[in-house]
């Protein structure tokens, strides 16, 4: 069966947080202090007998780049680094998705992972679905137990705090409207708010929406809203044809 991997932002040279130094004009280029890298990295495994080639396909901002195939021979099980730039040569601050399509009768398992180079090294799992595993117009999913946190607490880098990018990652190759509702308790009530705002989601692009609270309730969320814990966000899909694959980034701050 087709698998994909729904691929979070790959960056180079700083992340969000850090401010560029700007070299001489003769350098031609903005360097960084605290420079970091993320990348994706794949590793496959040929479960089968027999050779096992298998297509891999970038999506990034709804075109398509490959299909790059590689082929594993029976009991394989390899790991590509980086895998956007050694396969596809893209480079630098950019979001999108990995389709990968195994021969038919093959036995491929695959497993990902986001790894931050830097001074402060860490590794994430990415998530790998199915490619019919996303929603459809009508359908809801619901994500529970998300921390986020405001950007004064951010920009503290307060200690056992959280800020969670919601992303989704349209597959089939038309768009789609998802609404988010949040659900959540900020402590200035016993009863819980629920706060609903609509994305449209383009074909074959992936949305991400960094710290989720202020993505949906605004300007508002830094004034009234303390540092929120255990939010439950219902994702649904309210207009279109496209296929809708939700997932959440969590950082530690």
Do not use: C
Not at 66 to 93: C, M, W
């Amino acid at each position: 069966a087709t698998q994909k991997v729904v691929y979070a932002p790959h960056r180079e040279a700083g992340g969000p947080r850090h401010h560029p130094v700007r070299r001489p004009a003769s350098a031609g280029r903005e360097d960084d202090t605290d420079a970091t890298r993320t990348t994706l990295e794949l590793t496959i495994h040929n479960a089968g007998p027999l050779p096992a080639p298998a297509a891999i396909t970038f999506y990034e901002r709804g075109y398509a780049i490959g299909p790059k195939t590689i082929a594993l021979v029976a009991r394989e099980t390899r790991t590509i680094e980086d895998v956007v730039g050694s396969l596809f040569g893209r480079r630098g601050s950019l979001a999108g998705w990995i389709e990968i399509e195994p021969r038919r009768g093959s036995f491929l398992t695959v497993t990902a992972r986001a790894v931050t180079s830097g001074d402060a090294p860490s590794t994430a799992s990415v998530p790998v679905v199915a490619k019919t595993a996303g929603l459809r117009l009508g359908q809801a999913q619901l994500l529970a137990g998300i921390d986020d946190a405001r950007r004064v607490t951010i920009d503290a880098k307060q200690a056992g705090t959280t800020t969670t990018t919601l992303g989704f990652a349209e597959s089939s190759g038309k768009s789609a409207t998802v609404s988010i509702s949040m659900l959540y308790v900020d402590g200035s009530s016993l009863a819980a708010t629920i706060t609903s705002k609509e994305y449209f989601v383009a074909a074959n692009t992936v949305l991400l929406l960094p710290n989720i609270a202020r993505a949906i309730v605004g300007d508002a969320r830094e004034r009234e809203l303390g540092d929120l814990r255990d939010i439950q966000l219902e994702i649904r899909v309210t207009a279109g044809e496209g296929s809708v694959t939700p997932f959440a980034i969590t950082t530690d701050n």
